[in-house]
């Protein structure tokens, strides 16, 4: 499986993302591939991604996915992320 966590430049609040969904998903018992990525990126490294996680102003510029993209409002906040991504992982 493939997370893209995704922001403006792809080191900031993507990072962020990065290291709190590998977080969750070794609490969840969940293998994937978390990887960090910015906008003018994004279509290269979330093609074959399940999950792209990033924040509200970013969704429009995605573009056509096939993955579940996920709108985070906390980065920092485990409960919101876990609840998320057990939605969206079932």
Known sequence: M????????GIGS???LKVNAERVLAKLDIEADVV??????V???ADDAQVIL?????VDAIGPTFADVIV?????DLT???????RALG
Not at 2 to 9: F, L, R, S
Not at 54 to 58: K, R
Not at 80 to 86: A, I, S, W
């Open 43 to 45: 279509q290269s490294v």
């Open 72 to 76: 985070i409002v906390n980065h920092f």
């Open 36 to 41: 960090a990525a910015d906008l003018a990126s």
């Open 14 to 16: 993507s990072g962020i």
């Open 2 to 9: 493939k997370i893209v966590t995704i922001c403006g430049v």
């Open 54 to 58: 990033t924040s509200a102003e970013f």
């Open 80 to 86: 919101e992320l876990t609840e998320k991504l057990e």
